[in-house]
């Protein structure tokens, strides 16, 4: 399973990384994080296709929520 995290906080990040690789590991599932900082990044991205996204949805010069809109596109 392939999840990407977008957020402008590394700290955030940082965390949500440690509790979906902490739980993934007690349910003995293979996950690949993605993290991002800026919704381009994430935008831009073409490699694995992603099942799972979490975005915030303040972001400085963007908007997580018109981030979603134009992935669901």
Do not use: H
Not at 25 to 33: A, G, M, Q, S, V
Not at 58 to 63: D, I, T, V
């Amino acid at each position: 399973m392939v999840i990407a995290l977008l957020d402008d906080e590394r700290s955030w990040l940082k965390k949500a990384k440690e509790v979906l690789l902490k739980y993934a590991d007690e349910k003995n599932i293979y996950i690949d994080l993605l993290c991002f900082e800026k919704g381009q990044e994430l935008l831009s991205y073409t490699e694995k296709p992603i099942d799972v996204i979490f975005i915030d949805i303040e972001l400085p010069e963007e908007n997580g929520i018109a981030i979603a809109r134009e992935i669901n596109r």
